[in-house]
């Protein structure tokens, strides 16, 4: 087997999460393992239709695992970490329950990695569709593609040993990213103390931060289209009800980006700051 998915739920509405695991399930690339894990309360208004969903999939598909999460987890980064402990396939593809997969995703993947001549390469990302959610009133919305993200193409003109300062000046979207387990894991997996932001820590964590680390690795963008990010008023970053409750002191703390820098260790470049160019 080549891949694991690992997905965290936290009050996913329903439909976005039958879409999300349905693009999972339509891969036209078998070889995986898919790890579900739901930290949603169960006093939550879909816990149990959503629940229910789950657990029929997993019983009819024996690639799927559900899991409740443990006590001790925290946010998103803490779902993940729990969620990738149960598999051991090479290869991580992250992706949240409000997002979806194009068809081709998963194939688009193995063949990048398995044209990669780099052995340094340990994050493979391709270009994302952003859509976004309009309320119209009267329970009614509109959804619509705004633009395609991640078109990094100048990613290719930066040191190898700055890929994390790259992608920590730039939005990434990390729909449908694919990461080397042996490098998550060397890594530590997420800052699970992160409520939001834990992605852009778990790139500066496998790739490298240049003013401390000595290990290296570098990021791939895949010139493809087959991952959705969808923004919605519910969601984590939005303050939605996604956020957990006891995230919201600490919302624009891990929004801003300077804050933001200084907590995942990147200090900010300055004249008596100067980025070192390591071979």
């Not at 439909?15 to 790890?35: G, P, R, W």
């Not at 006891?246 to 804050?259: I, L, R, S």
Request: net charge negative.
């Amino acid at each position: 087997l080549m891949f694991d998915v690992i997905i965290p739920i936290h009050k996913t509405q329903p439909e976005f999460l039958k879409e999300c695991i349905d693009s999972v399930i339509n891969q036209d690339f078998k070889d995986f393992q898919c790890y579900m894990v739901d930290g949603t309360p169960s006093e939550w208004r879909d816990y149990i239709g959503n629940k229910e969903y789950l657990e029929g999939v997993v019983s009819q598909d024996d690639r799927f695992h559900y899991y409740e999460e443990n006590e001790e987890c925290n946010y998103a980064g803490g779902a993940r970490n729990q969620a990738s402990s149960y598999g051991s396939n090479p290869y991580l593809v992250v992706l949240d329950s409000d997002d979806w997969l194009e068809d081709t995703h998963l194939s688009i993947m193995k063949e990048a990695i398995l044209a990669e001549i780099n052995p340094n390469v340990a994050i493979w990302f391709g270009i994302v569709s952003h859509f976004v959610i309009i309320p119209l009133g009267n329970n009614e919305a509109y959804e619509r593609r705004r633009t395609l993200m991640n078109r990094y193409y100048d990613l290719q003109f930066v040191h190898p040993n700055h890929h994390s300062l790259f992608f920590n000046t730039t939005l990434t979207y990390p729909v449908g990213m694919v990461i080397r387990r042996i490098d998550f894991e060397r890594a530590g997996g997420y800052d699970d103390s992160f409520p939001i932001g834990e992605d852009s820590k778990i790139l500066v964590s496998i790739l490298g931060n240049p003013f401390d680390d000595k290990v290296f690795r570098q990021a791939r963008l895949v010139d493809r289209c087959s991952a959705n990010y969808r923004t919605h008023e519910n969601q984590t970053t939005q303050q939605g009800e996604q956020l957990k409750e006891d995230a919201h002191d600490d919302y624009e703390k891990y929004m801003n980006y300077e804050t933001k820098r200084e907590l995942i260790g990147l200090p900010t470049a300055t004249l008596d700051n100067k980025l070192p160019f390591a071979d």
